[in-house]
């Protein structure tokens, strides 16, 4: 019952609530001190935009800095650059050039005079070609090109509108002044905000080296990925950050200041202007890349090849810029049903004897899980599409047996294959079928690098040095070229027979596709080439562009891997998600670590190989935010960390934050201590159960977020600003995070916390465990949380549905559903839910649902049925309801105009309010009216308190009188 859930999780937080600050003071300070702090631009800083970027942690003479055509001025800030650019450094419009096309125009640029070569070895384009195309009312498209000759470009398909746009919310201006530098300039139509600017100077477009500058007009950025940011907001103190996929860890800047660049690619930002509107900006290049973002507020992108092809997209709310985003490169795949339940994985079970006990140890702790694992140990020598038969013999009887648990099994495969073995017909057939990446050396031999593949009738002796490791014993490993037909249907031939022969798994988990690679290059190191030894190297990790991975000339999709690099693993995606449909004839889930827009039309993403350290927990709610702005919703981190042993206060809080992952897998590596929730026994399993209980309590409502998302490509983790963008309090909110717009999750995230400071919008909110409403909102709060604790916040105006949960989703689905009615002020709410068999493939396009709406309006439920081409077997039904808000409690309530009995309205003491209904037997597939009356006053709201009414008034007053003095 939800009384006992309640009991079991914590206690009564709007008992324990203190104030910190109400929300019209806060708002206000908030915005005073961003107009009056160290952020705001000084005039001699104003537009210095760095044209020796390469030299940032290295000295720099004013000769160096007058060769390149550009302006020495010495910086007061040692994050400023003393190298500048003029206004004499860019294009200039070619006059007469602008012509009509079908949705915009075309101009061209010619090359300022008297510019020395940026780098003499990548030459510059002396005449560069802008096309501006209106693709719709809310979607730009600005490119700039060589015309002139052919140039990469990103492959990735795109869903363009078929029309341009009749009525655009934007106007484009080219900006085209004597002694100038050319730049676009777009203005929102309905504010007079220009959202882009890059008529700043330092435009630069050569072989190798291509720049563009802009201002930008707040500084509320959010995006570019993938990265371990400190804040979701953006800080505009000139940092840099690279974007070239890399085998990296989350983790720290690096001694030099640079911070890592991990696994995946994004070059895609979202702006909140000041005045609470948003949009966002996609570069869609693939080539290494770095983003400077400093006070003006401005961006510098730099990038060494392809073109530069943006789009833009209006909103103007956060939550339409995603969808409006998601629109154009593809929207998120709808996982299976059973993807959503708790996993569970290491690497290091090192047996089937091992992994079977620590599966065996959750279940009698009676830990909800869905999903097991299988890390690259399984295999024998870590080779792909093998079993290791000496410590995993019986594998596939074992997983098979786990169905009737209800449970899954997810198994990984890298994209390398050994080329050392005899009669590996993996490899044998990639070979016959030319499958491999090419030597760009010697373009018809194959690339051979070292990964994880250990060479053959080798004892490695223990504790060997990692140097050793590869050099001694990892195999020659060669790299499929996914971009090529032949590729992708070679895997998934593989992947098939793997299944039939030997496997029989129900998901996969695709891993180290940046590509990683243990050596520098190749076997015998990269050539002298100019695309391993490019002019210029982005700020990011390794010395070189081929550390960690294969040399930069090799053969990779028709072209250079110096282009598709950062594409390698979207590459891997689709053929991936195809293989697994194909050999399932499901669904299926598959988990990639490298991803581009557009990866999430087929797969999830984890956070990577992250530590069991406090601040992760944060930072992966920072990951999660970002991700779903990138169109990848199905999204978490390695709960209780990766790396390093986890300490059980922290496990435990992790347990809790990690319930709420979208994709919530614990996992940790080889040689650390285990951390599944069975493994700690008594408090700490048991309070994993709980709110894993609670997860599984909500999976209808998650499941129809997805189902949301993969429609029309709103978020599923939700930042709380998108739902409250005129509070400026919620645009730097992220300790907190909503599942779509009703539930609010307020994790403890500190070593040795017993509370939570947490911000709550000025709404109605509901206490997920009792139904009380909260007494205090648009104030930030501390709410006493015990071990057992985590806040869970239900929104006034929506109905969420809910299912009795069960220890895996194959049982829960078959459980009764209930509904949390919350009300607003206006007595009002609403909701949905979708509803399939979980599984098969694409059933919203093939009409196989059932979708439900629930409203709330003058002591009316409504339950509708508003579409049914789907009926499960059993028909469900709904047997709780539970109405939080209402004034008073009623004495009087109907369902389906059967009046119930006085004693089946039941209350909660203590809780004014709420009420609820149990043990109905209201079926799933017909309509439903449930009604009670509602007196004159339907609120059940308190009104504002004059005094914060008059306390606001005389801070307001106060401020202007001090500013206008």
């Not at 908030?30 to 020796?52: E, H, K, N, S, W």
């Not at 509904?819 to 068999?837: C, E, K, N, P, Y």
């Amino acid at each position: 019952s939800y009384k006992d859930e309640r009991r079991k999780h914590r206690p009564d937080q709007s008992d324990t609530v203190k104030i910190i600050m109400d929300v019209p003071l806060l708002a206000l300070l908030i915005t005073v001190l961003t107009t009056l702090g160290t952020a705001q631009p000084r005039d001699d800083v104003t537009q210095r935009f760095d044209c020796y970027p390469e030299k940032f942690n290295s000295p720099l003479s004013e000769s160096d800095c007058t060769a390149r055509g550009c302006v020495w001025a010495e910086a007061h800030n040692p994050r400023e650059p003393d190298c500048i650019y003029g206004n004499n450094y860019g294009y200039a419009m070619v006059d007469g050039s602008m012509v009509d096309t079908d949705s915009g125009f075309r101009v061209r640029l010619t090359r300022m005079d008297n510019l020395p070569p940026r780098y003499p070895e990548s030459p510059d384009v002396t005449e560069v070609t802008l096309d501006v195309e209106m693709l719709s009312n809310s979607m730009l498209r600005f490119k700039f090109y060589d015309a002139g000759s052919t140039r990469y470009e990103v492959p990735v398909p795109l869903n363009r509108p078929a029309a341009s746009a009749p009525n655009p919310a934007y106007e484009v201006a080219l900006v085209n002044e004597t002694n100038k530098p050319f730049g676009i300039r777009v203005t929102r139509k309905s504010t007079g905000t220009v959202l882009w600017d890059s008529s700043v100077g330092g435009f630069t477009f050569s072989d190798q080296f291509l720049q563009i500058s802009t201002l930008l007009p707040s500084r509320y950025v959010y995006g570019f990925g993938e990265s371990e940011h400190d804040a979701f907001r953006h800080r505009m103190d000139y940092r840099t950050w690279g974007m070239f996929s890399r085998d990296q860890p989350p983790g720290p800047p690096g001694g030099d200041g640079t911070p890592p660049n991990l696994y995946g690619v994004h070059p895609y930002y979202m702006c909140v202007e000041d005045d609470g509107n948003a949009h966002s900006v996609l570069l869609l290049n693939s080539n290494a890349m770095d983003v400077t973002l400093q006070p003006e507020p401005a961006l510098t992108y730099r990038t060494v090849g392809g073109v530069l092809d943006f789009y833009m997209f209006l909103g103007p709310s956060p939550e339409e810029v995603t969808q409006q985003y998601t629109q154009l490169i593809g929207r998120p795949f709808m996982p299976p049903y059973w993807s959503l339940g708790f996993q569970l994985c290491r690497y290091g079970y090192n047996s089937l004897a091992r992994m079977r006990e620590i599966y065996d140890r959750n279940r009698q702790y009676n830990i909800p899980q869905d999903i097991q694992y299988g890390d690259i140990d399984y295999m024998e020598r870590q080779i792909d599409f093998t079993i290791d038969q000496q410590n995993f013999q019986g594998m596939n009887d074992w997983v098979q047996s786990i169905r009737n648990d209800g449970a899954y099994y997810i198994t990984i495969l890298d994209p390398f294959i050994s080329a050392n073995e005899t009669d590996y017909l993996p490899y044998t057939r990639g070979t016959d079928n030319d499958v491999w990446i090419k030597d760009g050396d010697s373009t018809d031999q194959i690339l051979f690098g070292k990964v994880w593949p250990y060479l053959p009738n080798m004892t490695i002796p223990p504790d060997t040095p990692w140097d050793d490791l590869v050099g001694n014993y990892a195999a020659h490993a060669a790299f499929p070229d996914f971009f090529l037909n032949a590729t992708q249907q070679w895997w998934i031939d593989e992947v098939q027979t793997f299944y039939n022969e030997q496997l029989q798994f129900d998901g996969l988990w695709i891993d180290m596709n940046e590509p990683a690679n243990f050596i520098e290059g190749k076997i015998d190191g990269c050539g002298n080439n100019q695309w391993d030894q490019a002019p210029y190297k982005p700020r990011f990790y390794g010395a070189r562009l081929a550390d960690k991975t294969i040399c930069m000339n090799s053969r990779n999709g028709g072209t250079e891997h110096y282009n598709t690099h950062s594409l390698y693993g979207w590459s891997h995606s689709g053929p991936s998600q195809r293989a697994m449909r194909q050999v399932t004839g499901n669904r299926s889930v598959v988990i990639s670590r490298s991803t581009y827009p557009g990866s999430g039309q087929y797969v999830g993403h984890w956070l990577g190989d992250n530590s069991s350290k406090w601040p992760h927990l944060y930072m992966s709610i920072i990951g999660m935010l970002e991700f779903n702005l990138f169109g990848i919703p199905y999204i978490g981190a390695d709960i209780c960390g990766f790396f390093d042993d986890a300490t059980p206060e922290m496990c435990q809080r992790w347990m809790q934050l990690g319930a709420f992952y979208p994709f919530s897998r614990n996992h940790n590596g080889k040689g650390h201590r285990d951390q599944d929730p069975a493994a700690w026994g008594g408090q700490i399993a048991a309070a994993s159960r709980s709110v894993l209980l609670t997860r599984y309590r909500l999976l209808p409502y998650l499941y129809t977020l997805f189902h949301q998302a993969h429609t029309t490509g709103s978020t599923v983790v939700r930042p709380v600003m998108h739902e409250f963008i005129e509070d400026r309090v919620t645009w730097t909110v992220d300790r907190q995070f909503l599942w779509g717009p009703a539930l609010l999750i307020s994790p403890v995230l500190d070593e040795g916390a017993l509370d939570v400071t947490a911000y709550v919008p000025k709404t109605r909110w509901y206490d997920y465990y009792t139904g009380k409403e909260l007494p205090e909102t648009g104030r930030t709060v501390i709410w006493d949380c015990d071990m057992n604790c985590i806040p869970l916040h239900l929104r006034g105006g929506y109905v969420i549905p809910t299912q009795e949960p069960a220890n895996t989703t194959v049982f829960s689905r078959r459980n009764s559903l209930g509904l949390l009615v919350a009300l607003d002020t206006d007595g009002t709410a609403g909701g949905s839910l979708f509803w399939d068999d979980g599984d098969s493939i694409d059933t919203y396009e093939n009409d196989r649902y059932r979708m439900l709406t629930f409203t709330v309006d003058k002591g009316v439920l409504s339950i509708k049925v508003d579409h049914d081409t789907y009926s499960p077997i059993p028909e469900l039904h709904f047997a709780t309801i539970k109405v939080m808000g209402s004034k008073g409690v009623p004495t009087d309530v109907t369902v389906d105009g059967t009046k119930m009995a006085a004693a089946d309205i039941k209350t909660t003491e203590g809780v004014e309010n709420m009420w609820y209904l149990e043990d109905l037997t209201l079926t799933m597939n017909l309509d439903h009216t449930i009604s009670w009356p509602v007196p004159s006053d339907t609120s059940g709201a308190a009104t504002p308190k004059s005094m914060d009414v008059l306390l606001f008034t005389l801070i307001t007053a106060a401020l202007l009188l001090m500013f206008k003095q």
